[in-house]
T-cell receptor, first 114, second 112 residues
């Protein structure tokens, strides 16, 4: 099993450009998450999907949109990138959103916005 | 929402020593998890402790939970260079026991 995969691994954008980060999991998990991690900080939740067909805002949703394409895939879109969105983005999945469930993380996407 | 706060922010020890990291949180929790993050990688789950548990062990890891003090500690015994990583605690985002919120982490360096 590949677990949680993310593409791309690295990306450089210019201010105002758009892009979509892709995430897929092969563990048949119901819930998926997008986090961002800034230097020396913990993870902040951008959006999550408790189950296929649902999405909800996390702590820092502004400037992002998401799509739960099917049970396996959850994408994150930056419509008009800003330098403040320079960060490392992690996708994660879990059996459910209940806090006793372990979350499984992808390797991350390093995004730089110039 | 509440967020766990780890202490210390950074810890440097010699191989073979024990490492202790602490996590404090603000409101009652249902569950608390600890994760490890190696440099440039995603987080990996280490251990879960529930609010009705006081101590759990997993290999060289020992986690304690003191709900009266709203704090948890992670002890790594006989540390190895490979334990060098950031360690995060994660608690319930809401008292309902849904979702997780992560602290800012403790950076542990184990010197050979």
């Amino acid at each position: 099993n590949a677990g949680v995969t993310q593409t791309p691994k690295f990306q450089v954008l210019k201010t105002g450009q758009s892009m979509t980060l892709q995430c897929a999991q092969d563990m048949n998990h119901n819930s998926m998450y997008w986090y961002r991690q800034d230097p020396g900080m913990g993870l902040r939740l951008i959006y999550y999907s408790a189950s296929e067909g649902t999405t909800d805002k996390g702590e820092v949703p502004n400037g992002y949109n998401v799509s739960r394409l099917n049970k396996r895939e959850f994408s994150l879109r930056l419509e008009s990138a800003a330098p403040s969105q320079t960060s490392v983005y992690f996708c994660a999945s879990s059996e459910s959103v209940r806090s006793y469930n372990e979350q499984f993380f992808g390797p991350g996407t390093r995004l730089t916005v110039l | 929402s509440q967020q766990g706060e780890e202490d210390p922010q950074a810890l440097s020890i010699q191989e073979g020593e024990n490492a202790t990291m602490n996590c404090s949180y603000k409101t009652s929790i249902n569950n608390l998890q600890w994760y490890r993050q190696n440099s440039g990688r995603g987080l990996v789950h280490l251990i879960l402790i529930r609010s009705n548990e006081r101590e759990k062990h997993s290999g060289r890891l020992r986690v304690t939970l003191d709900t009266s003090k709203k704090s948890s500690s992670l002890l790594i015994t006989a540390s190895r260079a490979a334990d060098t990583a950031s360690y995060f605690c994660a608690t319930d985002f809401e008292t309902s026991g849904s979702r997780l919120t992560f602290g800012e982490g403790t950076q542990l360096t184990v010197n050979p």
